[in-house]
Structures are given as structure tokens and as C-alpha cells.
């Protein structure tokens, strides 16, 4: 492991709320994956930790990660198993599936599983707040971690309400307490830093900050002039995006659905 994904795995066993902002590619997973895995380390050998600090361990420990989108589900499902942890994805589609074979997924949730992988959606259900109830359950949580927490800006504000409910659900665990991980590679300075603080409740002073750079060098910036209307149907000034020598893969971002619909119809 890289030395900031130890600094951030000690500080959140220590007990300090974590906020990590680092590049992509930098191995934002190496936080969870080191503080699990030393979490269950520890129970199998308590005199690996300080005596004052062992009440923090639980038998069995879990984490909830919340990621906001599907394919984020998917590659930390397939990564934490590579590295010796159960995973758990609870999204609408594993809900559906589960339930389509008569399986109750919750219920699998509750024990036995080191890391359960929510859709932003899940922590207004009702079944992951019955979850939450669960006194065994409650014990065994040890972190509530958000990937792409700089998403709580524009998603929580309207498309995906649910998300901002973090802090709710943190101070459901008042008396035991829960540590969070918030990983993001893009937050400013001003405004969205003080709404990514907000939602999980992380207070000047008393959370870890790990910020490194992520300006990408090997990345060179062309401007073109866009000749195009917006409510065009023609688009001949991305022509070189298709009349290349060599194939590749090139991404269009536009700001609507619309616009990218009447751009990829033109391409």
C-alpha cells in the first residue's frame, strides 16, 4: 500500500472521520481495503492493537460503502473478493434478482458479509432502515464510506435526494459509534467543500483531510471554436473525431441528453 492509504486506514482505526481527495488511479480502494482488513486482523488477534482502542473492534466487523453509480457497484464487487473480503452489491437490479430466486438479501447483509456495496437509493429504504435496527447488525458496523462524495453537490440536491441522507443515518448510530470515509478525486475549495462536509456531518478540526494534486500532466488542452448551434442537427466541426489514421476511443460530453442525442445521431 501506498503511504497516504495507510495514513488514511490508521486515522479512521484511531477513530478520525477520514476525507480523502486524490487522484484517479491513485488507489482511493487501498483505504478500505487496509482498514478492513486490519479491523479483521485484529479481532482474530487483539494484542495487535492498543488496549484502549480494542472496543472498537467488532466480531464479524462490516462496512457500507454508498457509491452512486452501477458501475462503481460492480468493480469494487469483483475487487474486494479478489483480496480475501465478501461483498455485497444492494442496488434495485440485485434486489429484483434476489427476489425473482427467493432470496432475502437483507438478510444476508446482516451477518457475515465484510463490505455491502448501497446504491444512494437504499439508505431511505425502509429495509435498510430495519437493517439499521438490527442491535446484532449495529455492532458490527464499523464504517459508512461514500465514493465520489463530491457528487452530494449536484446529485443530492435533486436528482438523488437519498444521498444526502449520510448524516441521518450516522447519527442513527450515535452510541456506537461510526467512522466515515468520503473518497473524491474533484472537490473545490469554498462551496463544495462546505456541502461535502455537511452531509456527513465533518466539523473543522475534528476530521483527517488527505488532499493531493491531481493535475494531470500528460493531458494537453485544445480549444475549438463550436460553429454549431446547440439546437443543431449537424455537427461537421467534430468530423475529426471519426476521420482519424489510427482507431481509438474518444468521449463527447454534452450538457443535455438532448444535445448528446442529436450529436451521436450526426456521428
Not at 441521518?168 to 448510530?173: D, G, L, N, Q
Request: charged share 20%.
Amino acid at each position: 500500500p501506498h503511504d497516504h492509504q495507510l495514513e488514511g486506514a490508521c486515522k479512521a482505526l484511531d477513530g478520525s472521520d477520514v476525507l480523502a481527495i486524490t487522484p484517479t488511479g491513485s488507489g482511493k480502494t487501498g483505504f478500505l481495503l487496509v482498514y478492513m482488513h486490519v479491523a479483521q486482523a485484529i479481532v482474530k488477534d487483539p494484542e495487535m492493537c492498543p488496549k484502549d482502542l480494542r472496543s472498537r473492534m467488532t466480531v464479524d466487523p462490516c462496512m457500507v460503502l454508498v457509491c452512486p453509480t452501477k458501475l462503481s457497484n460492480m468493480t469494487w464487487c469483483v475487487t474486494y473478493p479478489a483480496t480475501g473480503l465478501s461483498a455485497l452489491v444492494i442496488n434495485a437490479d440485485t434486489k429484483q434478482s434476489a427476489q425473482e430466486i427467493g432470496v432475502d438479501i437483507w438478510q444476508k447483509a446482516s451477518s457475515g458479509v465484510a463490505v455491502i456495496l448501497l446504491s444512494p437509493e437504499q439508505l431511505s429504504s425502509p429495509e435498510f432502515r430495519r437493517l439499521m435496527k438490527d442491535k446484532t447488525f449495529a455492532r458490527r458496523l464499523m464504517a459508512l464510506n461514500v465514493d465520489e462524495v463530491h457528487l452530494l453537490c449536484t446529485w443530492g440536491a435533486r436528482f438523488r435526494t437519498s444521498f444526502t441522507r449520510i448524516g441521518h443515518i450516522r447519527a442513527h448510530f450515535a452510541l456506537s459509534p461510526v467512522f466515515v470515509i468520503a473518497l473524491t478525486a474533484t472537490v473545490c475549495a469554498g462551496e463544495q467543500m462546505d456541502t461535502i462536509c455537511k452531509h456527513p456531518s465533518f466539523h473543522d478540526g475534528q476530521y483527517h483531510l488527505i488532499h493531493r494534486s491531481n493535475v494531470r500532466y500528460d493531458i494537453r488542452w485544445l480549444f475549438r471554436t463550436n460553429r454549431s448551434g446547440l439546437y443543431a442537427y449537424r455537427f461537421p466541426e467534430l468530423d475529426w473525431v471519426l476521420n482519424t489514421d489510427t482507431p481509438r476511443q474518444v468521449v463527447v460530453f454534452c450538457q443535455t441528453i438532448a444535445l448528446t442525442h442529436r450529436v451521436f445521431t450526426y456521428l
